[in-house]
């Protein structure tokens, strides 16, 4: 391991470091331990924790972070399980190993800790006298406490530090604030949940706004978004709405029409962009890579019934494509891997001058 990685850092100087954020670091570094907090026998956890016993005024959270000396047990050589007179004390490896952090920001000791200052200097006084007994029993309520402080502050804490951003307890919160908060609704989208989330001021608004959907494109991929709203179509009437003879609504022009599609004002939106660079272009087609995501974005943010017609502008200095003229460039567009495609790579007549641009259709029919 260098020398210069952070938990060698940490074992040299802890005073440095922030209590939660001394913990985090040495689970991350000893993922097989058990976690603090959680576990019934305190040897297995990552690290021994000892809070402050005397009345001390300390000038940091942690004083000091070292290896525990083994712990010796005896072994019964009987099926009684008592002990033999050739026992002999034996070295447990597993605990060998444990690390042990002195915290002094809380614990039943010190200035402002519940145990009266008489019992303080009683343990000064053991400590004297070479007895460390007294206040390792007391250090088994400190395990116990400081674990259980380290977990409430990872979990109650909205802005808990040195946590992963997916198990953070701000996470929940944004999701539903996304619409995204259940566990079938994860990593289903054409974009990530994580940009979705960074996007949740916008997101959680419900009235839905064409303001706040050229916010989402530009925020996202740094284009310049225009949209035309009332874009009508013909939307299919469902079996329900159909009137029949003999029954309710078959007036003809009162509260009746003949057919079985009406015309619907409110059914799409036209999405243009542009002008853009060709790669640009050429990933908002539908055989590119931004199309889908696009129109993914859209169905989540409208809702898929909402129709979206997309208009995209190529830049006049980034036409590449050949469009049957005589002043069309001499590289054709094929020859970058894209195959000519009438209307959209590909245009008949013309000037070099004439704007190029091409409209895709929805994709789904409108139905009320």
Request: hydrophobic share 40%; charged share 20%; net charge positive.
């Given at each position: 391991?260098?020398?210069?990685?952070?938990?060698?850092?940490?074992?040299?100087?802890?005073?440095?470091f922030?209590?939660?954020q001394?913990l985090a670091?040495?689970?991350?570094?000893?993922?097989?331990?058990?976690?603090?907090?959680t576990?019934?026998?305190?040897?297995?956890?990552?690290?021994?924790?000892s809070?402050?016993?005397?009345p001390?005024?300390?000038?940091?959270?942690?004083?000091?972070?070292s290896?525990?000396?083994?712990?010796?047990?005896?072994?019964?050589?009987t099926?009684?399980?008592?002990?033999?007179?050739?026992?002999?004390?034996?070295?447990r490896?597993?605990?060998?190993?444990?690390?042990?952090?002195?915290?002094?920001?809380?614990?039943?000791?010190?200035?402002?800790g519940?145990?009266p200052?008489?019992?303080?200097e009683?343990?000064?006084?053991?400590?004297l006298?070479?007895?460390?007994?007294?206040?390792a029993?007391?250090d088994?309520?400190?395990?116990?406490?400081l674990?259980?402080?380290?977990?409430?502050q990872?979990?109650?804490?909205?802005?808990?530090?040195?946590?992963?951003?997916?198990?953070?307890?701000?996470?929940?919160?944004?999701?539903?604030?996304a619409?995204?908060?259940p566990?079938?609704?994860?990593?289903r989208?054409?974009?990530s949940d994580?940009?979705?989330?960074?996007?949740?001021?916008?997101?959680?608004?419900?009235?839905?706004?064409?303001?706040?959907?050229?916010?989402?494109?530009?925020s996202?991929?740094?284009?310049a978004?225009?949209?035309?709203?009332?874009?009508?179509?013909w939307?299919?009437?469902?079996?329900?709405?159909?009137s029949?003879?003999?029954q309710k609504?078959?007036?003809l022009?009162?509260?009746?029409?003949?057919?079985?599609?009406?015309?619907?004002?409110?059914?799409?939106?036209?999405?243009?962009?542009?002008?853009?660079?060709?790669?640009?272009?050429?990933?908002?087609l539908?055989?590119?890579?931004?199309?889908?995501k696009?129109?993914?974005?859209?169905?989540?943010?409208?809702?898929?019934e909402?129709?979206?017609?997309?208009?995209?502008?190529?830049?006049?200095?980034?036409?590449?494509?050949?469009?049957?003229?005589?002043?069309s460039?001499?590289?054709?567009?094929?020859?970058?891997?894209?195959?000519f495609?009438?209307?959209?790579t590909?245009?008949?007549?013309?000037?070099s001058n004439?704007?190029?641009q091409?409209?895709?259709?929805?994709?789904?029919?409108?139905?009320?």
């Amino acid at each position: 391991m260098p020398a210069n990685t952070l938990i060698n850092e940490l074992f040299a100087a802890p005073y440095r470091f922030e209590f939660a954020q001394a913990l985090a670091l040495l689970e991350k570094c000893y993922p097989r331990k058990t976690p603090l907090g959680t576990g019934l026998d305190p040897r297995q956890e990552t690290v021994r924790l000892s809070g402050p016993l005397y009345p001390l005024f300390y000038p940091s959270a942690l004083a000091s972070l070292s290896k525990t000396s083994p712990r010796l047990c005896f072994r019964a050589s009987t099926k009684t399980f008592k002990l033999s007179l050739k026992s002999k004390p034996v070295k447990r490896r597993s605990h060998a190993s444990q690390l042990e952090l002195q915290a002094c920001h809380f614990g039943l000791g010190g200035p402002d800790g519940p145990l009266p200052y008489v019992y303080q200097e009683w343990l000064q006084g053991r400590r004297l006298q070479k007895d460390y007994a007294p206040a390792a029993f007391l250090d088994l309520f400190h395990q116990r406490i400081l674990g259980q402080l380290y977990r409430v502050q990872g979990k109650h804490r909205i802005a808990a530090p040195f946590t992963p951003p997916d198990r953070s307890a701000v996470q929940p919160l944004l999701r539903a604030l996304a619409g995204i908060l259940p566990k079938p609704l994860h990593n289903r989208q054409q974009i990530s949940d994580q940009a979705l989330l960074a996007r949740v001021p916008i997101l959680a608004n419900r009235r839905r706004s064409v303001e706040g959907f050229k916010a989402l494109v530009a925020s996202y991929w740094g284009d310049a978004l225009t949209i035309r709203q009332f874009d009508g179509a013909w939307s299919n009437l469902p079996a329900s709405h159909l009137s029949l003879l003999g029954q309710k609504n078959n007036t003809l022009g009162h509260n009746a029409v003949a057919g079985k599609r009406i015309w619907d004002e409110h059914a799409g939106i036209t999405l243009t962009l542009g002008p853009l660079s060709l790669d640009k272009y050429l990933a908002y087609l539908p055989t590119g890579k931004l199309y889908d995501k696009l129109m993914a974005l859209a169905a989540f943010y409208f809702g898929p019934e909402m129709r979206c017609r997309l208009v995209l502008k190529l830049s006049p200095d980034a036409k590449t494509a050949s469009d049957g003229s005589k002043e069309s460039p001499a590289r054709p567009l094929s020859k970058t891997g894209t195959p000519f495609l009438l209307g959209q790579t590909t245009w008949l007549g013309g000037s070099s001058n004439t704007p190029r641009q091409c409209q895709i259709a929805p994709k789904t029919a409108a139905t009320l």
